[in-house]
């Protein structure tokens, strides 16, 4: 167990919907990094917040948002799904803002399918 | 992860070697890794080597680092069933300010009794 979690586990919804994945990080961890795991473009980074902030930004569609609470959880909102969102969505924790050495714990993901 | 290259598939027999290699491009990366994901699990940082180092061993996994040709490969002895999982190779990426994780597209071991 990574300590980092994720809900839901699974996620059906169909064409134009939007949806909200939520991440709690490891305890401590301040940064949270969002991935998208998908069979022809292997793991895309999305985005990364570090303590409430974003801290860099990846391939990342306008359609696509997300935020870190004080709590330090996050959120990932997909809206006007279309078919090629579905994928496997991960989140990721690590102590500090991104340093040169850094572990990222991963969290079991949410499977997301849109039909 | 699209400038970190790795083979998509290996099949091995148990009790064999298997090596996994894998090319980055950002020369300027001080620390390296390989990551295994088991099925229907996250990713697992197994090991990672800095950039001086040409090699770390730990028990059955060898990284072997070839900094000129920005060449990485991971060789686990005496694979067991149980190390069937993708392995993926990352990097730290240095992004405004931050460094992120930056990965491969994973490689499939399938490792045969």
């Known amino acids: 167990d990574s300590g980092v979690t994720q809900t839901p586990k699974h996620l059906i919804t169909a064409t134009g919907q939007r949806v909200t994945l939520r991440c709690s990080p490891r305890s401590g961890d301040l940064s949270v990094y969002w991935y998208q795991q998908s069979l022809d473009q292997g793991l895309q980074f999305l985005i990364q917040y570090y303590n409430g902030e974003e801290r860099a930004k990846g391939n990342i569609l306008e359609r696509f948002s997300a935020q870190q609470f004080p709590d330090l959880h996050s959120e990932l909102n997909l809206s006007s799904l279309e078919l090629g969102d579905s994928a496997l969505y991960f989140c990721a924790s690590s102590p500090g803002q991104g340093h040169m050495n850094t572990e990222a714990f991963f969290g079991q993901g949410t499977r997301l399918t849109v039909v | ?113």
């Open chain 2, 1 to 113: 992860g699209e400038d970190v290259e790795q083979s998509l598939f290996l099949s091995v027999r148990e009790g064999d070697s298997s090596v996994i290699n894998c090319t980055y491009t950002d020369s300027s990366s001080t620390y390296l890794y390989w990551y295994k994901q088991e099925p229907g699990a996250g990713l697992q940082l197994l090991t990672y080597i800095f950039s001086n180092m040409d090699m770390k061993q730990d028990q059955r996994l060898t990284v072997l680092l070839n900094k000129k040709d920005k060449h990485l490969s991971l060789r686990i002895a005496d694979t067991q069933t149980g190390d069937s999982a993708i392995y993926f190779c990352a990097e730290s990426r240095a992004s405004g300010g931050s460094y992120i994780p930056t990965f491969g597209r994973g490689t499939s071991l399938i490792v045969h009794p």
